[in-house]
């Protein structure tokens, strides 16, 4: 019987930003130059917009020590879109944080997007970039074959919500299970308790992370933002358990098979 050779694969994980990253290259090639490029990438984002580290670009910008236009282009550049992220959202994504400047809901996705674009300008065209469980995926994971990515259940441990297959797409969940409730709603100033988790579907996952979180401070009402939100869709879990998807998920979706017995 004829043997399938393995698809070319180059993995490599990074513990960077308080979290774990991996780029998953599928193409055949020589990666170890832009692996090293893409992770220097990380751990300078790190070091410009933490804001546990005193010395952090971010942090002297929210002590007034910097003005903005004496700030890196890529800080304006965040910013930026921080500001119309804002705006999409109604105010539900905000930049600060307990009173300081913190744009941690919009640099992770920004930095994973911008480390998919190095490996493309590198010559990759598959490849899946993770971070925390966020994805900026390119391509497929083999010829004919899609990503496939399971949602987590986050009120049923060990569960799965649904499986995506998708080709040049991101996905971000933003939710309770694991930190808690991290996300407070900025219009009331308390911690968003509505929903257990809510996943967001798009192409960059600059936008579709932060969303993920504006969704998330939103509760309930998110559901008709994100049904409006072009080129978005949604998944969203209750912490009662309820699932709610957005109109033009289940062409992205494929249901888990139930588990035998």
């Not at 020590?65 to 700030?71: G, I, P, Y």
């Not at 744009?103 to 674009?117: N, T």
């Amino acid at each position: 019987m004829e043997q399938t050779a393995p698809h070319p694969r180059a993995v490599h994980v990074e513990h960077c930003m308080g979290t774990v990253f991996s780029i998953d290259i599928r193409d055949p090639g020589v990666w170890r130059p832009a692996v090293a490029e893409a992770v220097a990438l990380l751990h300078h984002v790190d070091a410009t917009f933490s804001t546990y580290r005193e010395d952090s670009v971010i942090s002297r910008l929210g002590r007034n020590e910097l003005e903005l236009e004496d700030t890196p282009a890529e800080v304006q550049e965040a910013l930026a879109l921080c500001s119309g992220i804002g705006s999409d959202s109604g105010g539900f994504f905000s930049v600060t944080a307990a009173g300081r400047l913190d744009p941690s809901g919009l640099v992770k996705g920004w930095a994973i997007e911008r480390v998919s674009d190095l490996l493309r300008d590198h010559g990759s065209r598959n490849h899946a970039v993770n971070g925390g469980g966020d994805l900026q995926l390119a391509g497929e994971r083999s010829p004919g074959r899609p990503w496939r990515i399971g949602i987590n259940d986050p009120t049923r441990p060990g569960r799965l919500v649904t499986v995506v297959s998708v080709r040049d797409a991101a996905v971000a969940t933003s939710g309770t299970a694991e930190r808690g409730c991290h996300v407070t709603d900025p219009v009331t100033g308390r911690p968003a308790t509505e929903l257990a988790s809510v996943t967001v579907f798009g192409r960059h996952l600059t936008y579709v992370d932060a969303y993920a979180t504006a969704a998330l401070a939103m509760g309930h009402q998110c559901r008709s933002w994100l049904e409006c939100l072009p080129g978005h869709e949604g998944i969203t879990v209750s912490a009662d358990g309820t699932r709610w998807e957005s109109g033009g998920m289940p062409a992205w979706t494929t249901r888990p098979r139930p588990r035998a017995g």
